[in-house]
């Protein structure tokens, strides 16, 4: 007889509670936060061939899971404490599981946090992670902090830049040819995102508004201009980007920028004068980061092209309903 | 042009913060517990098919996804804080969302919780909640601390008992008919589960361990058994049942009551003598408790029959992977 539900997630999912006051196994899991600290709270839902392909190895998919619920975290300067995970699958498919739990097992230990909480059934294969996390009270970075004369920053790899796992996307759609090479390094990208966390705990009280970026640079810079109330400018040629995305030619690279998504870097803004502070957090996070922009009273999002020309562009991210076409 | 993300979640699901210090439309929410209190998390996932038929109203689909958690809440005598929703649907159906946003923030407000999260994707229909709530620090119910010699309780409606639900899911499936009166009453014990958030609260400080009833007092019965490391035995004739049930022939209403599911009642255990202190929590929540049976130091899981013998019965609950018939 095949293992049912309790013992699937015994063998794969349950570990012992270690910062937890009690983990997987009860109905609650019970959490002690620290004093003074506030909770924050994201959750995700991932569903086969809309986030993810199903050619993507289920280790790198158990990573994905975690990472974009903790780049949420980290776009709000909150300390990861624990997560709960909620998993659909078709049928028992103990590879699979084993892979996944895995992935998920591994980045959880990076950032020291656990599993406190799981429910598998059967079903369409779909991934719900919900993390919580801790941040000083009134310390949590928002959406809604930004001000007119803030310099826009972006964190992105040390040796690349953002768009990377667009251009994967678009290699593994056939519109754009890319050397084994490339397409290995983008694919590793779009698959392993790194959750920005400690450039997120470093930021605080240095940025003044931030956001992790999944649904691409222009939408998500779209959701801070519209809860702060403000504009901003950015400047084309300071979008840091991979030598292998420099080499495509224009209209991919400002498709990959501006309206990648599934980046997971922070864009975030601070205080001009403050570059200092910026860069000091960035070094102690071990991340790049790039100026790319600033600030306007001005609404609206507007990009300085080569030829010096500010061009307005449509702040919208990646809208997971209208992009399944026709029919909805 | 239909909808997108942003905007449903904004139409249906968005309401201003009022607990909470930071809710929809960030990267996090924000929730600021309180000092002393650990926290507690539970997550649920409902798929289509498998959790619910797609012949459920929509509002009845809203409260039963929050009931089923608040549900574990309860068990854990905590109070709900906040919760969080991922939904993935075929296509944008307002209708649908209408009705099931209506379900949700109805039963939300009587427990006053609010929706602090929201994630809107494509996908097949899935539901996924996740609830926090708080409890005074060491003191949460827990499935290991029954102990042999304490009382096994069970809570239930004033005018019923366990297992209508499964009587309604049997006369859906034609097993057995029903009376229109009565396929309405256990259509809705079925439909909108009350979670006993305030039996769970009240039994803090008197309950020695609890559990939800969501896989049949059985399986259930056997997770509180197995954690606590004890065995229990029943009687089968305190078990309580609605004049309907009451009414079926005696195998149904074995089935019912022992392996039902989706009670979504307490099961929990008290001192002996504590029986007023029991009854009082009962008063307190307007639900009323029986006593079905005692703790034993011996493994395993016994019912007394009419004929005053003790049966083992297998404390196996409902899974949802085996249940799924071949294949898995």
Same mark, same amino acid.
């Given at each position: 007889?095949?293992?049912?539900?309790?013992?699937?997630?015994?063998?794969?999912?349950?570990?012992?509670?270690?910062?937890?006051?009690?983990? &997987?196994? @009860? @109905?609650?899991?019970?959490?002690?936060?620290?004093?003074?600290? $506030?909770?924050?709270?994201?959750?995700?839902?991932?569903?086969?061939?809309?986030?993810?392909?199903?050619?993507?190895?289920?280790?790198?998919?158990?990573?994905?899971?975690?990472?974009?619920?903790?780049?949420?975290?980290? #776009?709000?300067?909150?300390?990861?404490?624990?997560?709960?995970?909620?998993?659909?699958?078709? /049928?028992?498919?103990?590879?699979?599981? !084993?892979?996944?739990?895995?992935?998920?097992?591994?980045?959880?230990?990076?950032?020291? &946090?656990?599993?406190?909480?799981? @429910?598998?059934? /059967?079903?369409?294969?779909? &991934?719900?992670?919900?993390?919580?996390?801790?941040?000083?009270?009134?310390? /949590?970075?928002?959406?809604?902090?930004?001000?007119?004369?803030?310099?826009?920053? *972006?964190?992105?790899?040390?040796?690349?830049?953002?768009?990377?796992?667009?251009?994967?996307?678009?290699?593994?759609? =056939?519109?754009?040819?890319?050397?084994? @090479?490339?397409?290995?390094?983008?694919?590793?990208?779009?698959?392993?995102?790194?959750?920005?966390?400690?450039?997120?705990? /470093?930021? *605080?009280?240095?940025?003044?508004?931030?956001?992790?970026?999944?649904?691409?640079?222009?939408?998500? #810079?779209?959701?801070?201009?519209?809860?702060?109330? *403000?504009?901003?400018?950015?400047?084309? !040629?300071?979008?840091?980007?991979?030598?292998?995305?420099?080499?495509?030619?224009?209209?991919? $690279?400002?498709?990959?920028?501006?309206?990648?998504? =599934?980046?997971?870097?922070?864009?975030?803004?601070?205080?001009?004068?403050?570059?200092?502070?910026?860069?000091?957090?960035?070094?102690?996070?071990?991340?790049?980061?790039?100026?790319?922009?600033?600030?306007?009273?001005?609404?609206?999002?507007?990009?300085?092209?080569?030829?010096? #020309?500010?061009?307005? &562009? #449509?702040?919208?991210?990646?809208?997971?309903? !209208? !992009?399944?076409?026709?029919?909805?």
């Amino acid at each position: 007889m095949p293992p049912g539900e309790f013992e699937l997630i015994d063998k794969y999912f349950a570990r012992p509670a270690r910062r937890a006051v009690l983990g &997987i196994g @009860d @109905d609650c899991a019970l959490i002690a936060p620290t004093s003074g600290m $506030q909770l924050a709270i994201s959750s995700d839902m991932l569903i086969e061939g809309r986030h993810f392909l199903s050619t993507v190895p289920p280790d790198a998919l158990g990573h994905k899971a975690l990472a974009v619920n903790l780049s949420d975290l980290a #776009a709000c300067g909150a300390r990861p404490l624990a997560y709960t995970l909620a998993l659909a699958m078709p /049928a028992v498919d103990e590879t699979f599981l !084993a892979a996944f739990s895995l992935g998920l097992h591994a980045l959880a230990d990076e950032h020291d &946090i656990e599993l406190v909480g799981g @429910d598998t059934t /059967a079903g369409p294969l779909a &991934i719900c992670i919900t993390v919580v996390g801790e941040v000083e009270a009134g310390r /949590a970075l928002r959406r809604d902090g930004a001000r007119a004369g803030d310099e826009l920053w *972006v964190s992105h790899p040390v040796d690349g830049g953002l768009g990377d796992a667009r251009l994967a996307l678009e290699a593994f759609r =056939d519109r754009v040819r890319l050397s084994g @090479d490339g397409l290995a390094r983008v694919r590793r990208v779009m698959e392993r995102p790194n959750p920005r966390v400690a450039l997120g705990r /470093a930021l *605080v009280g240095v940025a003044t508004s931030a956001i992790d970026l999944s649904d691409g640079l222009a939408g998500d #810079a779209g959701h801070v201009l519209a809860r702060s109330r *403000v504009g901003a400018t950015l400047q084309a !040629a300071a979008l840091p980007r991979s030598s292998l995305l420099a080499e495509q030619d224009t209209a991919l $690279q400002q498709l990959c920028l501006l309206h990648g998504g =599934d980046d997971y870097e922070l864009l975030f803004t601070a205080p001009a004068g403050r570059d200092a502070a910026v860069r000091q957090a960035a070094v102690e996070a071990g991340v790049a980061v790039s100026c790319i922009g600033r600030i306007d009273a001005r609404p609206g999002l507007r990009v300085v092209g080569a030829d010096g #020309a500010a061009r307005e &562009i #449509a702040a919208r991210g990646f809208d997971h309903f !209208a !992009a399944q076409g026709s029919g909805v």
